[in-house]
């Protein structure tokens, strides 16, 4: 089984408008983390946001906020007021295997290229 | 100062040979990793380091030989390289598991296209 599925392999969006992108994971750890990443097409992968397993507020950076469902295992990352530089490919990521001698697998979908129209 | 850095960030060579990639962090993380992205940019872990000892070894073909002299580095071989050796391949550092931190992520090099002819 799939450990992340994220359903959307495109997306489009208009300028200005929010997107939501979606994310769905799988895994039996009381303890993990959720993540997303932002990849443009120069390749580099940039951490966008964070949600632990066990915090009960959505994570919120600036524009990304991360739309935490527990209990239907899912992470969406919702982009608000678009830009032209969010054409991307975004990955959502799961980290399992939280132990005290610095192991963590960090699991990633297989990404969703989201285009910005003006 | 660039946190994660990878060299080189391309990469061609011929069947057969055998080339590195090396990659050095000066964030200070415990852990290092090795992941591949392919053409149609899936990724997956290779390796993971922590303090110099592996604690992830993937299904890799044993052609792939990571190795970590201190845990500021992490250097990957590749020996007798194929075709579909092809892609990019990318080192991250994180930090120690254990506590929570709200940017608890990895910090990625900017990668090393591989491409073999």
């Known amino acids: 089984a799939q450990k992340i599925t994220q359903t959307q392999p495109g997306m489009f969006v208009q300028e200005k408008e929010a997107v939501t992108l979606d994310c769905t994971y799988d895994t039996s750890d009381q303890s993990y983390g959720l993540f997303w990443y932002k990849q443009p097409s120069s390749g580099e992968m940039i951490f966008l946001i964070y949600?632990?397993?066990?915090d009960e507020q959505n994570a919120t950076e600036g524009r990304y906020s991360l739309n935490f469902q527990k209990a239907r295992k899912s992470a969406n990352l919702v982009i608000s007021a678009s830009q032209l530089g969010d054409s991307a490919m975004y990955f959502c990521a799961m980290r399992e295997g939280w132990g005290s001698g610095g192991y963590q697998k960090v699991t990633f979908g297989t990404g969703t290229k989201l285009q910005v129209i003006p | 100062d660039t946190a994660v850095s990878q060299t080189p960030k391309y990469l061609v060579t011929q069947m057969g040979n055998d080339k590195s990639i090396k990659c050095e962090q000066n964030?200070?993380?415990?852990?290092m990793y090795w992941y591949k992205q392919d053409s149609k940019k899936f990724l997956k872990i290779m390796f993971s380091y922590n303090n110099k000892e592996l604690i992830i070894n993937e299904t890799v073909p044993n052609r792939f030989s990571p190795k970590s002299p201190d845990k500021a580095h992490l250097n990957l071989h590749i020996n007798s390289l194929e075709l579909g050796d092809s892609a990019v391949y990318f080192c991250?550092?994180?930090?120690?598991?254990?506590?929570?931190?709200?940017?608890?992520?990895?910090?990625f090099g900017s990668g090393t296209r591989l491409t073999v002819v």
């Open positions: 991250a550092s994180s930090p120690s598991t254990g506590g929570k931190s709200p940017n608890y992520g990895y910090t």
């Open positions: 949600q632990g397993s066990y």
């Open positions: 964030l200070g993380h415990d852990t």
